[in-house]
């Protein structure tokens, strides 16, 4: 495979680009692993990657049920971000946040991570207080932290709307480390990456069923014929349940709910940063991409649902948002829209853990946040199907942790998935 | 938009409802184990297809309702009151 560096760069455009390989191979199913994955999106791909660099097992392939980059991976707003509180989580997503500060060397492939900051508003001295609560706690170990008053925040973000007397804007808590990346390079850059270290990935690699041997998974059966795997991950978030269940494991923590999100026509550069704004149940975030789009989201279509598309009454609600914060956006036209299927848990948390399998490990459960999860998703899954056990930061991301009275709940929102947003 | 069919108004639009869960749980006894109640509380089948769920008609008349609703198409197949008692009373004045 051909770096991508400036001598090849210039190389390349003096023969008219004939020397550049493909990014990743096509190869035919191997009748055996040492580990197989199951689900080729970022979670999955990272996961194979982090094997095989870290942990020198390269004999693994990636099964994907479509193409690289076509499901959820491709179904986000790629806000990438570590403001969390809970034991666990901010150690887990701080350490996301750092391998996305270096994911571009790493993978020798531009993921456009920018590091743009990402303000929350917010909008009575009671949300305030909260928020200052966490922000703190995120200060205590270590992340990037602050408040901006309504002095700053104007300053930074002129063209907010300041005259909303029902949700007055009196700040906002700022994380600057935080900021956007580009899906689809993430989705390539790992699979190019892993393809490169002699990780198989095989798209168009449904899998139907599961043969079982003295309590272990023996085999896959799969569009693509029978692969056997010694160990076997799934990372399949969305269709968790479905796996789990042909596996004849029973239920799960988990619903599956879909979460929209929306893509605007291109505009000359409007809004430097992230921007979430939060009120009254109403959940709304934005920033712009590097070609000039709108790109933002709200909360779940708030029933149940494997179908990936939205509703209208979310579409009107995302637009009355918008429109509360941003007025400037009213004349600007919606290019499109899509909807994404989410693994919604009990507590709000994921899951990387091992199972009442002995061969089959779980990576699942990541509700809204799966995106910036994924590098870390797949460095501490890499880790557990290595070593055996969980690294001290997922240690309590098991299932278990619900009859122990451990959840890790952020919202405190209690056992209702569609309301951990 | 889904259209819900409550058998006390009428077909509705389902932004006027909100949606309750799996309407299959059953709760153990009050001293069942940990386990039992763990599961009835935190773990789900979580169906790709046909299910039951329960859903208020929070902008109507209040009432909570059983659906069947496929969770792939959104098809709704019947829509009953919760209580048992109450489904017999739609019964009988159709």
Redesign the interface.
């Given at each position: 495979m051909t770096k991508f560096n400036a001598w090849n760069v210039i190389k390349n455009g003096l023969n008219g680009q004939s020397y550049w390989t493909r990014q990743w191979r096509d190869p035919e199913p191997k009748s055996s692993y040492d580990v197989v994955i199951i689900g080729g999106g970022l979670h999955g791909l990272a996961t194979a990657y982090y094997l095989a660099k870290n942990h020198n097992i390269k004999n693994v392939a990636v099964l994907e049920k479509g193409w690289i980059g076509g499901g959820n991976a491709g179904r986000n707003t790629t806000i990438v971000r570590s403001n969390y509180m809970m034991p666990g989580n901010h150690e887990f997503y701080e350490h996301s946040l750092k391998l996305w500060e270096n994911l571009s060397h790493e993978l020798n492939y531009n993921v456009m991570f920018s590091q743009r900051a990402h303000v929350s508003l917010f909008h009575s001295p009671g949300a305030k207080d909260s928020v200052s609560r966490i922000y703190n706690i995120m200060r205590l170990h270590g992340t990037d932290a602050e408040l901006w008053d309504l002095k700053t925040l104007k300053k930074k973000i002129p063209h907010l709307n300041y005259h909303n007397s029902r949700f007055p804007i009196l700040g906002a808590a700022v994380q600057k480390r935080a900021g956007n990346a580009r899906h689809d390079s993430v989705a390539w850059g790992y699979a190019r990456a892993a393809d490169t270290l002699g990780v198989d990935i095989l798209q168009n690699c449904e899998v139907t069923g599961f043969t079982r041997k003295n309590g272990n998974i023996e085999s896959i059966q799969t569009s693509r014929g029978i692969i056997k795997g010694k160990k076997i991950g799934f990372a399949v978030a969305g269709?968790t349940?479905?796996l789990w269940?042909m596996a004849e494991l029973?239920?799960?923590?988990?619903?599956?709910h879909k979460l929209q999100a929306f893509v605007s026509e291109a505009v000359k550069p409007l809004l430097d940063q992230v921007v979430v704004y939060g009120v009254g149940g109403a959940h709304f975030y934005i920033s712009q991409s590097d070609k000039g789009s709108m790109v933002f989201g709200g909360d779940l279509d708030?029933?149940?649902?494997?179908?990936q598309r939205g509703?209208?009454?979310m579409v009107q609600d995302v637009a009355e948002a918008a429109m509360a914060i941003f007025p400037s956006l009213g004349r600007i036209r919606l290019l499109r829209h899509w909807a994404g299927v989410m693994d919604m848990t009990?507590d709000g948390s994921f899951f990387i853990c091992k199972t009442p399998i002995s061969n089959l490990y779980l990576n699942a459960g990541w509700n809204y946040g799966g995106f910036k999860a994924s590098p870390a998703s797949g460095w501490y899954f890499a880790d557990l199907i290595a070593n055996e056990s969980p690294h001290n930061y997922v240690q309590n991301h098991n299932l278990e942790r619900?009859?122990k009275g451990i959840n890790i709940d952020e919202r405190g929102a209690g056992?209702?998935?569609?309301l951990h947003g | 938009m889904i259209r819900i069919n409550c058998p006390y108004c009428g077909e509705r639009d389902h932004s006027e409802f909100s949606y309750g869960g799996d309407a299959t749980i059953n709760y153990p006894s009050l001293d069942a184990s940990e386990k039992e109640w763990t599961r009835a509380i935190f773990f789900r089948k979580n169906i790709k297809g046909f299910q039951f769920e329960t859903w208020h008609h929070s902008n109507g008349c209040r009432m909570w309702l059983v659906v069947e609703r496929s969770t792939v198409t959104h098809e709704i197949k019947s829509v009953k009151p919760c209580h048992p008692d109450l489904q017999k009373v739609v019964e009988n004045n159709k």
């Open positions: 269709n349940s479905v269940q029973g239920n799960l923590p988990i619903e599956s708030w029933y149940k649902s494997y179908a509703n209208l009454p009990m619900f009859e056992p209702d998935p569609k | -």
